[in-house]
């Protein structure tokens, strides 16, 4: 069972333009969502996390909006550059779980010059 | 500060063979994750281990394994490989016993490539 879906697969946006990635989970118990940012040949980078205590959180350029009544979370790439371009994957975590994150299907983001 | 380093970085394994991965974390962190990578299933989470012990398993049969040493070094086995198996594994460190906690996160290696013939 995927507890965290992610959409779209893939996303073109021009450079300059915002991306927006959506994923939503299942599972009430996930208090930690974290995105990550992976290119072709290197494991997964921690981009920005946030917990469900707040609503948004802004880190330069990327900012996680949540909304925890719809079990839902986005990525918000603003002023998208052609360095962006990668795979990007939510996650969730249960601090009763320890370190264990379930993972969205990914999105494979192209920006174009 | 050195990243988390996996060796080797390709391995080439026939069907019904075994193999052995190795993951360094970063100085200091005590908390070792393994996942599974493939186009058709994403990232999924194999095992964690915390000071020796492990802490999760994920969903996969026995033939995956894994161990932690006392140096945080970890090593993740699978033996009877399958075609199946054919997968990029990560490893992932944290310094926070979970990923909310004092909002640590974890750090992944480059990953080992697998490939079962």
């Known amino acids: 069972q995927q507890q965290v879906k992610q959409s779209p697969q893939s996303l073109i946006v021009q450079k300059g333009g915002i991306s927006i990635i959506n994923c939503a989970y299942e599972?009430?118990?996930?208090?930690?969502f974290p995105w990550y940012q992976q290119f072709p040949g290197k494991g997964p980078a921690l981009l920005i996390a946030i917990r469900p205590d707040v609503s948004e959180k802004k880190e330069g350029r990327f900012t996680i909006s949540f909304n925890k009544s719809a079990k839902q979370f986005s990525l918000h790439i603003m002023d998208s550059q052609p360095g962006d371009s990668a795979t990007y994957f939510c996650a969730a975590s249960n601090n009763n779980a320890g370190n264990m994150l379930t993972f969205g299907g990914g999105t494979r983001l192209m920006v174009k010059p | 500060k050195a990243g988390v380093t996996q060796t080797p970085r390709y391995l080439i394994k026939t069907r019904g063979q075994q193999v052995t991965l190795s993951c360094s974390p970063i100085s200091g962190h005590r908390s070792v994750s393994w996942y599974q990578q493939t186009p058709g299933q994403g990232l999924q989470f194999l095992f964690e281990?915390?000071?020796?012990?492990?802490?999760n398993k994920g969903n996969f049969p026995g033939r995956f394994s894994g161990r932690q040493f006392s140096n945080s070094r970890s090593e993740m086995n699978v033996s009877t490989l399958e075609l199946g198996d054919s997968a990029l594994y990560l490893c992932a460190s944290s310094l926070f016993v979970y990923p909310g906690d004092t909002g640590g996160g974890q750090f992944f290696g480059p990953g080992t490539r697998l490939t079962v013939l």
């Open positions: 281990y915390f000071s020796e012990t492990q802490r």
């Open positions: 599972n009430t118990a996930f208090d930690y």
